[in-house]
């Protein structure tokens, strides 16, 4: 007959169980750590070699920048329109209207649009990465191309990386864009805030260190996108089930970057 145990040596099993558990979970992420910055060491030691995938490169220039318009258009326009809206509303009564265009213009190039549009695309160009290059892990396309002597990570992932690089920052512009006509329209439309004013608010409020801030912070969201999703592809395992688990962590893993790194940036740059 077996004996439960209990009282201090009960506990000092449980104590085991979870000092076992806590140090798996550290091996594990310094071990996803270490293969992560090989990856990306790799791809910058051998950048010369992604001149032979130049027409991959400009293949993820579209399918990143020119297939994420549609969204980034429709995200923006109500960034834009939901600033407005509530910075009209929360000012008092003897505060000019044109302060509602500074706040806009503010809001809008430091921390809206690059944030919600690399959360947003986290979600569209991260799983889509993952989903690409983790498929061809487990039909073994990538172990063809290294055995026909290809460069896996310079023919697969340098281009998506680069790509990512180039477009989140232009991405980025148009939905500056975009946000800023949608506060004008929120904020004549619905706020009843002259558009003169508004206008001369965010004239007034602009600077262009500002729009650079937005653009440094697009071009570091758009590195850790790409490359966490390139390595969630890459090193996937366990068949197609491993695929879908892969691109369900790179959602997650780059959500929680870009707000890490949005906190981070603000309060290094600024």
Known sequence: MDVVASGPQARSSRGLFVFELVGELTIGFLEDLGRYFGMCWWMLRNLRNARESSKNFFSQMVQIGNDSIPIVIFVSTFVGMVTAVQSAYQLYSWIPKSVVGGLVIKSVL????????????????????????????????????????????????????????????????????????????????VAHVPAGAFLAGMKSSFVTRDAMFGLTKATIFGYTITSIACYQGYYVSGGSAGVGKSTMSTVVLTCLAVVVLDFILASTLL
């Open 110 to 189: 430091l921390e809206l649009t690059p944030l919600l549009t690399a959360l947003v695309l986290a979600g569209k160009v991260g799983a889509t990465i993952t989903a690409e290059i983790g498929s061809m892990r487990v039909t073994e396309q990538v172990d063809a191309l290294e055995a026909m002597g290809f460069d896996s990570i310079s023919f697969l992932i340098t281009p998506r990386i680069l790509a990512g690089v180039v477009m989140f920052p232009m991405l980025v512009i148009f939905g500056d864009l975009v946000a800023v006509l949608g506060g004008l329209f929120g904020a004549v439309i």
